[in-house]
Every structure is written in C-alpha cells, then in structure tokens.
C-alpha cells in the first residue's frame, strides 16, 4: 500500500555531518520527499513524541539527546515505506544493524543511533502529525 511514515535524523546526525547522506539513501531508494524542517525541538515536544518510552531507564537520556541539537524531521511516501524504510535504517541497536543499513554502516552506540523512523500506520500518522501542520506537507503536480 501507498503509505507515509515520519523519519527523523536525530542530532548526531548533523553534528556529523551525514544529513546528506541520509537524505541520498531514502531518495535514492524511490521514496518521495513530502516534507523537512530543520528545528531544535523542545524537551515536552520530544517527551511527547516518545510518550510510549516514559518511565524507561533510557527515557530521560533520551529526551537529553535529541534535544541536544538541531534535528531533522521529514515526511516520505511510497509503497511500503513504514517496513520499507525500517529496513533501509536497520535495527535500534547499532551492534546488531546489518551492515549495508544506515545504522549498520554509520553508527556504534543505541543510545545515538542517528535517526529515528516510525514503526507502524499509526504510529506514523501520530508522529506526522505532531511535527507537522497540514499545510506543511507538500504536494506534486508532476508524476514522481
Ligand atoms: P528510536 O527508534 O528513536 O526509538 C526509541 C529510541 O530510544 C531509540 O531509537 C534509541 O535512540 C533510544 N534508546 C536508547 N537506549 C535504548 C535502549 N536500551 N533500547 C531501545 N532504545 C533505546
């Protein structure tokens, strides 16, 4: 099915530079840019976002790092991109990510794991729809 799902390139991604990188991989597999902001989000905005996590040893941590830095969050469409996408990111724990995803080739550590993609159509539709505004979402009149 046609679908959309949130990616985010967490702040180790753009402290290192691979933001590009990132970008390439997603773009080059197909998949369709629909939105991206370049944004330092606030600790209730990230708590919010990883509600499902609180309570967790590595929630609090959590929350520090990604509002550590600028963050990259985006909307992508395609067929399958939620299973998609999460095979292209590779597993949450860089040590066992197969190499040839982007945290198996460019990551060590789960707790800067570099980006972050939503897991299922709900959870994506929620994550869309706090980082984004409707009309933030773009749309194409040309076939891509
Ligand atoms: P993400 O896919 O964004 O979802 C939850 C995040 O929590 C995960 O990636 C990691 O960045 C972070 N995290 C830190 N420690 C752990 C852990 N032990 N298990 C799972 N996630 C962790």
Same mark, same amino acid.
């Given at each position: 099915?046609? +679908?959309?799902?949130?990616?985010?390139?967490?702040?180790?991604?753009?402290?290192?530079? !691979?933001?590009? @990188?990132?970008?390439?991989? %997603? +773009?080059?597999?197909?998949?369709? %840019?629909?939105? /991206?902001?370049?944004?330092?989000?606030?600790?209730? =905005?990230?708590?919010?976002?990883? +509600?499902?996590?609180?309570?967790?040893?590595?929630?609090?941590? !959590?929350?520090?790092?990604? &509002?550590?830095?600028?963050?990259?969050? /985006?909307?992508?469409?395609? &067929?399958?991109?939620?299973?998609?996408?999460?095979?292209?990111?590779?597993? #949450?724990?860089?040590?066992?990510?197969?190499?040839?995803?982007?945290?198996?080739? %460019?990551?060590? @550590?789960?707790?800067?794991?570099?980006?972050?993609?939503?897991? %299922?159509?709900?959870?994506? #539709?929620? +994550?869309?729809? =706090?980082?984004?505004?409707?009309?933030? !979402?773009?749309?194409?009149? =040309?076939?891509?």
């Amino acid at each position: 099915a046609r +679908e959309r799902t949130f990616i985010m390139i967490k702040p180790d991604g753009v402290q290192r530079g !691979l933001v590009g @990188e990132i970008v390439a991989r %997603l +773009e080059k597999k197909g998949y369709k %840019l629909i939105a /991206m902001k370049f944004v330092n989000a606030s600790k209730e =905005h990230v708590e919010a976002h990883y +509600e499902d996590h609180r309570g967790k040893k590595f929630f609090d941590p !959590l929350v520090e790092y990604i &509002t550590s830095g600028p963050v990259v969050p /985006m909307v992508w469409e395609g &067929t399958n991109i939620i299973e998609g996408s999460r095979s292209i990111i590779g597993a #949450t724990n860089p040590t066992t990510a197969t190499p040839g995803t982007i945290r198996g080739d %460019l990551c060590i @550590e789960v707790g800067r794991n570099l980006i972050h993609g939503s897991d %299922l159509v709900e959870s994506a #539709t929620k +994550e869309i729809a =706090h980082w984004f505004k409707e009309d933030e !979402l773009a749309t194409y009149s =040309h076939v891509a």
